[in-house]
């Protein structure tokens, strides 16, 4: 009796645990989605984890932002050669003094389910982006609208603000100051569905209520696993999509990204380790692109207040070397705007270093000789630094050590977890800080903007010590004014020439290296546009059958 | 019995009390929030507040544990704040199935392989079937999981590619997940086994069952192996926890949508509701595993008296 009741306590357990899994989602992965049945254009696309959010509204990450971008589409684009072009505007114009921007809507605009799409849907979308109850996240490249920043935090009537919709086919946006990459910030202006955003909650957990505007469209959704899109036939310029299904895979471990491709799971790897550069970089499938995007170290200048130190610290970074040791494929950085932001027809960076010559180079022998004329021969009488940085940096972190050295300059290296890096660095307690930044826009001003003076304060309006408050930060903060205002673009250009000029001269930050993304395609696939933003865009993509 | 039974589910509801009580002030003691305002430089600091605001993140921490425990006395665990549009609840329904599917059959595969490995190399000891035995528990034991997983991944998904490397769905993709998972309790049982095999081979009554005769099949596996069993059975109740509740290792590299990868990103991620969620959860499984185990227990061995 006992063995039985024994027996049956065991398979009790069982059962119970397999009752538990009896609900399993049939899911699957990718392989079978992107067998192309019948001759389909099936892209199988990889760029390491799922994002956080997966919809606009609360998402606030690059990682999203791929995705977003190939099922919305916004009032202009990314045309197929990586510049803004009209899209759901066909025809815009600008008032003179170039605040008034007044877009016309596509009348045959259509919501991927079909429903008519028209201007009233953009206003009352931007609007409830911004409402303050809606704590959207994204709203940084909102803010250049009049206003929206006081709608935001319940400061003002939505009538103040600069987004109306005139009649159904016009749309009118006035900005708060002339802005000459306009629209470049309106790809980021979508239009959401708010019949479904606003009475549903869980909408954008499934594709039936996922309902978008761009070339893509949802049709299955499976957490952690993929986010399975088709073309959409209601999008303007269907005709012009080629490809079939548009398949994004999660996958964490950039070793496992690469055995999938490596055996066809996927056909387009984006988050590429070192072994995919190792054993692609020479092929046709490897494909390299600049982003607009640099990683530099901010040094509080209270700690290291003497400009010669500062100098000397850079010059004894030796930036190929430093790429080599980290096995990354970036580009060293010789200055804080990166490439892919052009002056006109040229990159910004090539004119710029032909006008101030170049300005954060290796020199070892200027080095020491900066730190001797500063009073501190081969580092002598300087203390210890401390240098901040994430855990996952801490590569980089030992190879600038080992090359300050070589100069006399001894750094402490305090590594933290990513998710407390941020609030270390806010506190200001640390002498070199690791940083980066990816602009968002084509111009000059998306990456130069992060040192203007109204950033160096605290929120009661005291300066943070840390950062750069001296007779240069001023300099260069009204440089970077004149740039609001300014609407001649070759005068505009050279006053950030000379803004950069400032800013290195006195060297608060120190220039590590442009960011370059790297990407595997599979051949036979073509137009697959990798943007300056590290997005990637398959509207204008293509497979050879 | 029912009087045991009774007694230890108050203990058990003790245990979580300071499980969930304890968990829930050291996640907030240590640095780190789920709403780091640095990491996006342009975002005004004040919507960052507010947002803190609207998952009453602002209020302070004892607070915070007050409106915790009364949401979760309703059986709301709260939404995640990482993962936006999911409550904790959600996340809960779709990993565990998953993780709970390959761990049952991870576990499966480590008793039906361990155990006769185990009986063959205590009755053959010092046989080259004992050594072989030994050299695979051994091997099970000390390679971390991910790099066999990784190793098996290079043979079976790129050089010789007849199965898939990552995803979830038919039973092709539980095949490495599951011999991975398998690998170190199948050593664990292999050596409990043998170990208890030979202990048991060692006592008097064994030596009288075969005096009387008795078919040597008989002898092992009703009156050994049946006695052997029992630190086996011991160690299957935490077994059935750990597995069932996901590898975080495997579950990445495989990428499983189970629970084990939850766990682990939202303790880096400081996603404060799944964190307690999946301990809440975690812990209320190992304590349910371990009381069914007591009680097979007690049928099992007569020597064991749970009632006085």
């Given at each position: 009796m006992k063995k039985f009741l024994a027996l049956l306590l065991c398979m009790a357990m069982v059962a119970a645990v397999l009752v538990g899994c009896e609900s399993a989602p049939a899911a699957s992965g990718g392989s079978e989605e992107g067998a192309g049945v019948g001759g389909e254009k099936v892209i199988e696309y990889c760029n390491g984890p799922q994002p956080e959010a997966m919809d606009p509204v609360t998402s606030n990450y690059l990682a999203y932002s791929t995705v977003e971008y190939n099922i919305y589409t916004g009032l202009t684009h990314l045309g197929p050669n990586g510049v803004a072009e009209l899209a759901y505007a066909d025809e815009y114009s600008v008032s003179d003094d170039g605040l008034v921007w007044t877009f016309h809507i596509r009348e045959d605009s259509h919501w991927s389910n079909g429903d008519p799409l028209d201007a009233t849907d953009w206003e009352k979308s931007m609007e409830y982006l911004l409402r303050p109850e809606t704590n959207a996240r994204a709203l940084d490249l909102l803010v250049y609208i009049k206003n929206a920043e006081k709608?935001?935090?319940?400061?003002?009537?939505?009538?103040?603000?600069?987004?109306?919709?005139?009649?159904?086919?016009?749309?009118?946006?006035?900005?708060?100051?002339?802005?000459?990459?306009?629209?470049?910030?309106?790809?980021?202006?979508?239009?959401?569905h708010l019949d479904t955003v606003e009475n549903n909650p869980d909408w954008a957990k499934n594709p039936e209520t996922?309902?978008?505007?761009?070339?893509?469209?949802?049709?299955?959704?499976?957490?952690?696993?993929?986010?399975?899109?088709?073309?959409?036939?209601?999008?303007?310029?269907?005709?012009?999509?080629?490809i079939d299904k548009l398949n994004f895979n999660w996958i964490d471990d950039q070793a496992v990204e690469f055995s999938a491709y490596v055996?066809?799971?996927?056909?387009?790897?984006?988050?590429?380790?070192?072994?995919?550069?190792?054993?692609?970089?020479?092929?046709?499938?490897?494909?390299?692109?600049?982003?607009?995007?640099?990683?530099?170290?901010?040094i509080n200048t209270e700690h290291i207040p003497d400009v010669r130190v500062?100098?000397?610290?850079?010059?004894?970074?030796?930036?190929?070397?430093?790429?080599?040791?980290?096995?990354?494929?970036?580009?060293?950085?010789?200055?804080?705007?990166?490439?892919?932001?052009?002056?006109?027809?040229?990159?910004?960076?090539?004119?710029?270093?032909?006008?101030?010559?170049?300005?954060?180079?290796?020199?070892?022998e200027k080095a020491k000789e900066l730190l001797s004329e500063a009073g501190y021969p081969n580092g002598e009488g300087l203390p210890t630094y401390t240098y901040i940085c994430k855990n996952t940096d801490t590569a980089r972190a030992q190879a600038l050590q080992d090359m300050w050295k070589q100069i006399g300059v001894n750094v402490d290296i305090v590594p933290y977890e990513s998710s407390v890096y941020w609030d270390v660095f806010d506190t200001e307690d640390w002498d070199i800080g690791d940083d980066n930044w990816t602009g968002d826009y084509d111009d000059p001003n998306t990456n130069l903007f992060l040192w203007e003076e109204y950033r160096e304060h605290n929120d009661d309006g005291s300066p943070k010590d840390a950062h750069w408050v001296n007779d240069q930060a001023k300099e260069y903060d009204r440089l970077l004014k004149q740039t609001y205002v300014e609407t001649n673009n070759e005068t505009r250009m050279n006053l950030f020439v000379q803004a950069e000029t400032v800013i290195l001269g006195d060297m608060p930050v120190i220039p590590i290296y442009y960011y370059n993304d790297t990407i595997l395609i599979k051949p036979g696939i073509t137009g697959v546009l990798k943007s300056y933003l590290g997005h990637c865009f398959f509207e204008y993509a293509d497979i050879a059958s | 019995m029912s009087r045991y039974i009774v007694k230890r589910l108050a203990a058990a509801f003790i245990s979580m009390f300071f499980l969930i009580t304890i968990t829930f002030f050291l996640m907030h003691a240590i640095p780190g929030g789920p709403f780091s305002a640095g990491e996006r430089k342009n975002l005004n600091p004040k919507i960052v507040e507010a947002i803190r605001a609207r998952y009453g993140l602002d209020q302070p921490v004892w607070k915070q544990y007050v409106n915790y425990i009364s949401k979760l006395i309703q059986g709301d665990m709260g939404v995640s704040y990482k993962k936006t549009n999911y409550t904790v609840n959600e996340l809960l329904a779709t990993g565990f199935p998953v993780s709970g599917q390959v761990g049952i059959l991870a576990i499966v595969v480590a008793l039906i392989l361990g155990i006769p490995l185990g009986i063959i190399s205590a009755l053959k000891r010092g046989s080259l079937a004992d050594m072989g035995a030994m050299v695979i528990a051994t091997i099970g034991i000390s390679i971390p999981t991910?790099?066999?997983?990784?190793?098996?991944?290079?043979?079976?998904c790129m050089k010789w590619p007849v199965l898939p490397s990552y995803g979830w769905g038919g039973i092709k993709y539980l095949i490495l997940p599951v011999f991975c998972m398998s690998l170190s309790p199948m050593a664990n049982v292999t050596r409990l086994t043998r170990s208890s095999m030979l202990e048991v081979s060692r006592q008097e009554y064994i030596k009288t069952a075969r005096s009387k005769g008795l078919p040597e099949g008989v002898v092992i596996f009703k009156h050994m192996l049946k006695n052997a069993l029992l630190p086996v059975i011991t160690y299957i109740g935490p077994l059935v926890a750990a597995l069932m509740t996901g590898s975080f290792a495997i579950e990445r590299l495989f990428m499983l949508p189970g629970m084990g990868r939850y766990f682990v990103n939202a303790v880096s991620d400081r996603d404060y509701t799944v964190i307690m969620g999946m301990t809440i959860f975690y812990g209320a499984f190992v304590m349910l595993c371990t009381l069914l185990v007591d009680i097979a227990y007690a049928f099992i061995d007569p020597r064991v008296r749970i009632t006085r």
């Open positions: 709608y935001n935090l319940g400061e003002c009537t939505w009538d103040e603000v600069g987004y109306k919709a005139i009649d159904d086919h016009t749309l009118q946006i006035t900005t708060a100051n002339p802005c000459a990459y306009f629209l470049d910030i309106c790809c980021t202006y979508i239009p959401l996922y309902i978008t505007n761009g070339p893509f469209r949802v049709i299955k959704i499976v957490d952690q696993s993929g986010f399975y899109c088709e073309k959409n036939p209601y999008y303007y310029n269907a005709e012009e999509v080629k055996n066809g799971t996927i056909n387009v790897s984006d988050n590429l380790g070192p072994q995919s550069d190792a054993t692609y970089a020479s092929t046709e499938e490897y494909h390299k692109a600049s982003r607009i995007g640099v990683r530099y170290l901010t500062r100098k000397a610290m850079s010059y004894a970074v030796d930036r190929n070397m430093l790429l080599t040791i980290t096995q990354e494929t970036h580009e060293p950085a010789n200055g804080l705007v990166p490439y892919g932001i052009h002056w006109g027809d040229k990159q910004f960076r090539e004119v710029a270093d032909e006008k101030h010559g170049v300005l954060a180079y290796y020199d070892i | 991910f790099v066999i997983a990784l190793l098996l991944m290079y043979v079976f």
